[in-house]
């Protein structure tokens, strides 16, 4: 049994930066991915970047470049550094992680997952 508490989130202007942080509680041995999901209004949730248990990333093509994906304190910390935010980068964050090896391949499926926070706001002006 995993919980997830998100910080970090806020507002920024285009062009500013933003460090998302998600602290994972309770039994973290065998997470196997962990991953930062986004839903902006009138949009479905979407994978925005994943960190497999071998330490191999996964961003989606529109924060790649962007966006870092990292881990902290072993597996009980996952950071999401986010930089030269743009406006359509505004949303509700959401960390997850999850114990299922199928989330290994090349690809950010939220079915994989099955561990959430709560979820995080960013807005980005401009």
């Known amino acids: 049994q995993v919980r997830l508490g998100q910080s970090g989130g806020g507002s920024v202007q285009a062009g500013g930066s933003l460090r998302l942080s998600c602290a994972a509680f309770g039994y973290t041995e065998n997470i196997y991915c962990m991953g930062w999901f986004r839903q902006a209004p009138g949009k479905g949730r979407e994978g925005v970047a994943k960190?497999?248990?071998?330490?191999?990333?996964l961003y989606a093509d529109s924060v790649k470049g962007r966006f870092t994906i990292s881990q902290e304190n072993a597996k009980n910390t996952l950071v999401l550094e986010m930089n030269s935010l743009k406006p359509e980068d505004t949303a509700m964050y959401y960390c997850?992680?999850?114990?299922?090896?199928?989330?290994?391949?090349?690809?950010?499926?939220?079915?994989?997952?099955?561990?959430w926070g709560r979820g995080t706001q960013v807005t980005v002006s401009s």
């Open positions: 997850a992680v999850t114990y299922l090896k199928s989330c290994s391949g090349n690809f950010i499926r939220e079915a994989d997952f099955n561990y």
């Open positions: 960190l497999n248990s071998g330490g191999s990333t």
